[in-house]
Structures are given as structure tokens and as C-alpha cells.
């Protein structure tokens, strides 16, 4: 069967419930995932090589499913990444994050202000992909990743082995305080944690709502900070001299969560802004 008609059946019926540009994207990483087809083959019509009984993966995005779920990975900055149901897909506004921190630390280790192998922690790491980004791409550093969720440190796990990269994956439930004297210290603190609120719901989108973890996207309506507090208390006590802290924000909160890193004593904090030029991220020097 011809490909380009394979391209333009797909696209139809997925354009029923996903505007164009997503449409055209999901059709892509479908066959790409399924058939090993790229833009190229499609371009050219090349023959499929394989037939492609395709209803019941149509009847799942047209539930909403994400994309992602359906064919198992995703890509972030540049790697392969294992998803499930257990963990958050990553987001383009995370990959942002970890550009910052590379960026961040190349310029402190220039001016010798922070170990050229420095040691750090990412609290909530989901898929990994914070952890194992920075690990890649920071020669020599040591790198530990908390999570409360053991199947969401099982596909990090995979994801690190996939990547092939050593991260140290501890099962962390980080609001519960009496844990933090334990804990060592490090001297680039991340995050990227739940921070959406209840109320904030019926702005979601389906794909995003109905199939990823509550777990890892929702804060109480009462406390929506209550990550960055910890966050935060811990990073004071337990970042080097120098050391930094970045963590992923709701857009909502750049002010209130940058006042609660000066309320700690934090030399200087930035409210960063994502691509879309929403506020996105905190970076706090100590
Ligand atoms: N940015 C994500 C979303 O909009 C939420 C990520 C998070 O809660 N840490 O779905």
C-alpha cells in the first residue's frame, strides 16, 4: 500500500480530534514507531514494508491517550526516553531547564566557583530525564535522583542503563522533613516538581488530565508551593558554598516562589521565563 495514502488516512482520522500541526506529528512518530518510515519515505511514497492494522491505535488517540504512551518513549534534549502511565511525558519547557543548568555551571566552573564534578540531586525525577540529561552532559559529575514513586524510579532506572549513564535512583519521600538531616549535600540542587492546581483543571487538556499521573502534576489549591518551601529550606542547608538551585515553576507563582528562596538567604534569584515567555523557572545562587 502506498504510503503517502497510509500518511493521508491517519491524518484524517486524527485530525478529528487534534489540530493540524499535532495531527501531522502524531501521524509521523506513529509510522516512524510502527513501520521504521520517515518524513523522506512518505515524501517519495515508498512502499510500506509490513502491513499496518492501524484501528485499534486510531481508537486509542482518538481517546485522547497520548502518543507517547502509545508507542512507549519520547525524546528530550537530544536522547530517548522510556514514558508510562507511571511517569510524566517530558515537557520542551524541561528541556529548558537543563540548558540553564548546563549553562549555569559551565560559567561557575570557569570562575572556579563550583567543582568541575559536582555533585547533584534532582528531586522528583519521574523518567529521569533531568537526572540523566545532566549526567550526560556534565563530564564528571555525580548525580542522585529522588522520587516517592518506585515505578516511576523503575523506568528511570531503564532510562539511565538505555542512556548509559550511572545516576544513583533513592526512593525519597521529600515533603516529609525528619528525612532531610540525612541527606548529604550537593552542589546544584533540581526540580521539577507537581505544581498544578486543582482549580487550574479545566484549562487541561484531555491527553494531559485523563492519562498522566495526578501524583506528579497536582498540589493542593491551599499549598500550591508546598514543594518549593521544602525545596527551598533543604537547598540552604544542604548546597555547597556557591552551589545553585533551579526549579521548574507554575507561571502563576514566578514572584511568590523567587520570595521564598530570598526569605532563605539565597544571594540572588532569578524568575526565568520559558520559550513561550512564561514564567518557568527560579534559579537561586547561594
Ligand atoms: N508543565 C506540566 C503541565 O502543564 C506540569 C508539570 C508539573 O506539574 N511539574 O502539564
Known amino acids: 500500500m502506498s504510503t503517502k495514502k497510509i500518511f493521508q488516512e491517519l491524518f ?8 493540524e500541526n499535532e495531527a501531522k506529528s502524531i501521524v509521523y512518530l506513529l509510522l516512524e514507531h510502527f513501520q521504521g518510515i520517515s518524513k523522506t519515505d512518505i515524501l517519495l511514497d515508498n512502499p510500506l514494508k509490513k ?21 512507549g518513549e519520547t ?15 517530558p515537557r520542551p519547557e524541561t528541556e529548558e531547564l537543563v ?14 566557583l563550583i567543582p568541575s564534578s559536582p555533585k547533584i540531586l534532582d528531586i522528583g525525577t519521574g523518567t529521569g530525564c533531568i537526572a540523566i540529561s545532566t549526567a550526560a552532559n556534565i563530564q564528571d559529575s555525580v548525580v542522585t535522583a ?12 531503564q532510562n539511565a542503563l538505555l542512556n548509559e549513564v550511572n545516576v544513583n535512583f533513592e526512593k525519597v519521600d521529600f515533603l516529609d522533613e525528619s528525612v532531610h538531616d540525612t541527606l548529604p549535600v550537593f ?38 508551593l508546598i514543594f518549593y518551601k521544602a525545596i527551598a529550606k533543604f537547598a540552604k542547608k544542604h548546597l555547597t558554598e556557591n552551589g545553585f538551585c533551579i526549579v521548574e515553576i507554575n507561571q502563576a507563582f514566578g514572584t511568590e516562589t523567587a ?10 534569584v532569578e524568575v526565568i521565563k520559558d520559550f513561550f515567555g512564561k514564567d518557568r523557572m527560579v534559579k537561586a545562587l547561594l
Do not use: C
Open 75 to 89: 525524546e528530550f534534549y537530544g536522547r530517548i526516553f522510556k514514558v508510562s502511565p507511571a511517569t510524566l511525558i
Open 99 to 112: 540548558e540553564l543548568t548546563i549553562h549555569t555551571f559551565q560559567d561557575l566552573a570557569k570562575k572556579q
Open 12 to 19: 484524517s482520522e486524527i485530525n478529528a480530534v487534534y489540530d
Open 187 to 224: 552542589d546544584i540542587i533540581l526540580s521539577n516538581p507537581p505544581y498544578v492546581m486543582n482549580l487550574e483543571k479545566q484549562e487541561m487538556e484531555h491527553h494531559v488530565l485523563d492519562f498522566e499521573p495526578h501524583l506528579a502534576l497536582f498540589v493542593e489549591d491551599e499549598n500550591p
Open 259 to 268: 520570595d521564598l528562596f530570598w526569605k532563605e538567604g539565597f544571594k540572588s
Open 51 to 71: 502491513a499496518f492494522d492501524y484501528q485499534e491505535i486510531i481508537h486509542r488517540i482518538k481517546q485522547h491517550e497520548p502518543v507517547q504512551y502509545i508507542i
Open 146 to 157: 529522588f522520587d516517592i514513586s518506585e515505578e516511576a524510579l523503575k523506568m528511570a532506572k
